[in-house]
């Protein structure tokens, strides 16, 4: 069969599409009638006439409910995109009227969602306040996978990656600090030196996250191997490792801007280590070669303006 001509005479819809997804989503024709505000034989009628369109089922119709083909399968993948592409349209229109009631998705890991994006929120709200915001959150390698399956228009991270497709801008710069409770061994030493590190429990991030990334290059820098760390738990979240340390299961690499308030209040002890420091660097990240909407512009400017580095903002 020609390649062309399997496609010739569609007159699929948006609504059509979306009636589709609302079926699979909502596991019954019932049940998409309800969310798609149609009668229940209005939804298997477009189910039908898609099927008949593309002649092929998409559906399997069982007393369990509905169940996708392969066909469904891959339908339904291109059935979403069409739709999210429908909304970025009627977004990026709506942004042009001026920023009124627009919905911007940003993508962020665990230090930046909790403490670089709330700084600029207020004044987010204050000067834009149509724009809403949902912010997704995971360690970086998740949030950029999400930035490069479209799925946010931006992110913040706390690591870059060669992944295609994506830039990165240099946002603030941060410090891994080695910090303990005041009744570990530790907090009564000036310093310790990267062998004493290997003597000793600690608590480390996930391998996904930034701060595990940037503290394995700072110890691979240091001619020291990771591997001789003696790891008591990983945990998925800074506030987990923080709250771990401060129960007193070990030491740990944490980011200084989030622990400044534990270590003025005496509850971390920060702990030099000789010879040894592990900066890091927050990026913001962009998919390259797509242009931003106006909601994601007003968001990465506020972002380099609240933690700029040396140089000219990156006008997006």
Not at 64 to 89: N, P, S, Y
Not at 158 to 169: A, H, K, T, V
Request: charged fraction near 20%.
């Amino acid at each position: 069969m020609d390649s062309i001509g399997i496609f010739d005479g569609l007159a699929m819809n948006l609504r059509q599409l979306e009636v589709f997804v609302a079926v699979v989503e909502t596991g019954s024709f019932s049940r998409g009638a309800e969310v798609s505000s149609l009668t229940q034989s209005t939804v298997s009628q477009h189910v039908a006439s898609l099927e008949s369109e593309v002649g092929i089922s998409l559906l399997d119709r069982t007393r369990q409910g509905i169940l996708l083909t392969g066909a469904g399968e891959l339908f339904l993948k291109h059935a979403r995109k069409v739709l999210a592409e429908r909304d970025a349209l009627l977004q990026a229109i709506t942004g042009f009227r001026g920023l009124q009631q627009v919905d911007l998705t940003v993508g962020a890991s665990n230090i930046p969602a909790n403490y670089l994006v709330p700084a600029i929120l207020p004044r987010l709200a204050a000067e834009h306040p149509g724009i809403r915001l949902t912010l997704q959150t995971g360690d970086s390698r998740a949030i950029l996978n999400q930035l490069q399956a479209g799925n946010t228009e931006l992110a913040v991270v706390g690591s870059r990656s060669d992944q295609r497709g994506l830039e990165f801008i240099p946002l603030a710069s941060d410090l891994l600090v080695l910090a303990v409770n005041p009744r570990h061994p530790w907090s009564r030493c000036a310093t310790i030196t990267l062998d004493d590190l290997a003597g000793s429990p600690l608590v480390v991030r996930e391998g996904g996250s930034g701060s595990d990334q940037a503290l394995r290059k700072a110890l691979h820098q240091a001619g020291f191997d990771p591997a001789r760390l003696q790891v008591a738990v990983r945990l998925g979240s800074n506030e987990a490792v923080r709250q771990a340390v401060i129960g007193g299961l070990g030491a740990a690499f944490l980011s200084e801007i989030s622990i400044r308030q534990e270590l003025q209040r005496g509850e971390l002890v920060k702990i030099p280590v000789s010879g040894f420091s592990v900066p890091r660097q927050f990026w913001l990240a962009v998919r390259s070669r797509r242009a931003a909407s106006p909601a994601a512009r007003v968001f990465a400017t506020l972002m380099q303006e609240g933690f700029p580095q040396s140089g000219a903002a990156h006008d997006l």
